[in-house]
């Protein structure tokens, strides 16, 4: 595995961090073809595999006792999904869901948690990592307790075109309201305004961004703060980068 060639962030900054870690882990990473819809883990069961997201999209869903879902984060490729029970012996609070197909890394979680207690760069890129995922977790509250679904939808599209890195993506209306937690009548009406406005088309189940500079206007604070949260920081490094700008 060559490190120039990977589009994980926790993988590259280990290999940037510590050449020899990386070099190990990789011998054991498998890689693992995500398909949109796919459970990955289930919740409140520990999780099996790691994965390090290198393309596509993995959601995060919370869920009820009657099997109503809402999405409390998603990671593409600046993260990592599954180390809540590696870091701290819990199960999975959520489930992993593929929400674009791609492709990641994986490796059996206890593989994980022996890197971890032999690697300080690797312990520290996850802990880093784990604190940004729960500062998205916390935002995603915040938004669905204070925001319209036309801003929560405006965020989650911007988000989801940062890490898919296109503007058109295949969707239902059905997904998309688990994601922003807003009833399909609401997210109807939402992508509706958006539509009659000329920022986004959606036809035959496929979205497109057609303005991201008037989407991202659209969009609540929250859409820039988790930006930042989403992007990791190396091993040492203090400062946040500035988010990334939405696709033109």
């Not at 459970?39 to 999780?47: G, N, Q, V």
């Not at 701290?88 to 197909?101: F, K």
Request: charged share 20%; hydrophobic share 45%.
């Amino acid at each position: 595995m060559q490190a120039d060639h990977l589009q994980n962030h926790v993988l590259r900054q280990l290999a940037a961090s510590d050449a020899t870690a990386f070099a190990r882990l990789s011998n054991e990473l498998q890689a693992q073809p995500i398909e949109r819809g796919h459970p990955l883990e289930t919740s409140r069961s520990p999780a099996e595999w790691v994965y390090f997201v290198e393309s596509g999209i993995i959601s995060l869903l919370a869920s009820t006792r009657a099997g109503q879902s809402v999405e409390v984060a998603l990671v593409g490729r600046e993260g990592v999904v599954g180390i809540m029970d590696v870091l701290g012996d819990q199960p999975l609070p959520y489930a992993l869901v593929v929400q674009l197909s791609g492709l990641a890394y994986r490796a059996p979680r206890t593989v994980i948690r022996a890197h971890i207690l032999e690697c300080t760069a690797l312990h520290t890129l996850l802990m880093n990592y784990s604190q940004w995922l729960m500062h998205q977790v916390a935002q995603s509250v915040v938004c669905a307790r204070f925001h319209t679904a036309v801003q929560r939808l405006a965020r989650w599209l911007l988000l989801t075109a940062d890490r898919a890195d296109t503007n058109r993506f295949e969707i239902t209306h059905e997904a998309v309201a688990a994601m922003v937690g807003a009833p399909r009548s609401a997210v109807s009406e939402a992508a509706a305004a958006l539509r009659e406005q000329g920022v986004i088309d959606y036809r035959r189940g496929v979205l497109t961004i057609r303005d991201a500079q008037r989407l991202q206007r659209v969009a609540c604070e929250c859409y820039e703060s988790i930006a930042v949260a989403a992007s990791v920081p190396s091993a040492g490094e203090t400062e946040k980068p500035a988010p990334r700008k939405a696709p033109a």
